[in-house]
């Protein structure tokens, strides 16, 4: 499946929310939940600066899909998101059963600005969703939106450069 222009929206607002983030002194991860008939749920930020790392917006949620929504309902979602969920975002998304899952930038594509940029490697590994979660479909990266991803980490990262 490919990403529809009717995901275009809520893939901006994912961006909008990673603005947010980063004006708040957080990393540019923003994610939009939304129903299998096309509603917006949720939405969140990331909010590491709070010093608890794993406040990952795709983490968020999924616990939130799991307090909130039926397993059907949850197997009819989509989470967007503007960077491909890390392995503890998509091991969470897997074992609360939710659906698809639609990406700005791949983990690859983050991954390679980061060593650009000389920025250290994560305590965790960069793998893709599919290696940590085979049966969930994925799609991405968006070209059209892949810029303002990258500019968002770059001014997180290299904030005078
Ligand atoms: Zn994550």
New binding site residues.
Partial sequence: MAVRDDELPHLRRCVELAAEALEAGDEPFGSVLVSGDGTVLAEDRNRVASGDRTR?P??ELARWAAAHMTPQERAAATVHTSGE??P??AAAHAWVGLGRVVYVASSEQLTSWLAEWGVPEPPVRPLPVSAIAPNVTVDGPVPELTDDIAALHRRFHRPSG
Wanted: hydrophobic share 30%; with cysteine.
């Fill in positions: 990952h795709e983490f969920h890390c503890m975002c």
